[in-house]
């Protein structure tokens, strides 16, 4: 079984915030899918195929404690977190294997669960403000119209996890990489070209 993990906050009052971008990825997938959540104590969950894909219903800061419950209740071969970036322009996405948490909480949490080298990441970017400080930014509701330029992101993601549901991370890693090679730097539909790492 292999795990999708998204990052956000529970509650309706986070529902539309910045940092609950991977919530409005993995929902927006289920909903494609036709797919229902399931309820426990310490997440919402879903199983598709060969992967159960789970929200936390802690907050944020205390993520690793979803991450560990799924880890003991199902037999996970491999974990893929979806979570904001503040380091990335809005709509721009990465896809990488390991490396550290940039500050992110729900991150740091989940690090103290499993190794960076063992968490796949699928990042999505949402800036950030050089008036409003980042705990506050993150938790702002996205502006009027700016989630509408995430359509494309959520689009494309949905495609890369369709991947990592019917193969796994490195086929899904492949479809990345091809389209990056591809990318034509299409800007009017609100999607930076990703730059190498």
């Not at 219903?57 to 904001?84: P, Y």
């Amino acid at each position: 079984m292999r795990l999708i993990l998204a990052l956000g906050n529970p509650t309706p009052r986070y529902q539309n915030t910045r940092h609950n971008i991977g919530f409005i990825c993995l929902d927006r997938w289920a909903s494609s899918h036709k797919l229902g959540f399931s309820s426990d104590d310490l997440y919402d969950y879903l199983i598709f195929r060969q992967v159960v894909a789970i929200k936390p219903k802690t907050f944020m800061n205390l993520s690793g404690k979803a991450l560990r419950a799924a880890l003991l209740r199902w037999n996970i071969s491999e974990s893929l977190i979806v979570h904001d970036d503040i380091e990335l322009p809005p709509t721009q996405l990465r896809i990488r294997s390991g490396g550290g948490d940039g500050g992110h909480n729900g991150l740091k949490s989940c690090f103290e669960v499993m190794p960076p080298s063992e968490l796949k990441r699928i990042r999505i970017g949402i800036g950030r403000s050089s008036q409003i400080p980042i705990d506050k930014y993150v938790l702002q509701d996205f502006a009027a119209g700016e989630l509408e330029d995430y359509a494309q992101s959520l689009e494309l993601i949905s495609g890369f996890l369709d991947t990592y549901v019917r193969a796994d991370f490195t086929q899904m890693l492949n479809d990345y990489s091809q389209w990056k090679k591809s990318y034509s730097g299409c800007k009017a539909a609100g999607i930076k070209s990703p730059k190498e790492e």
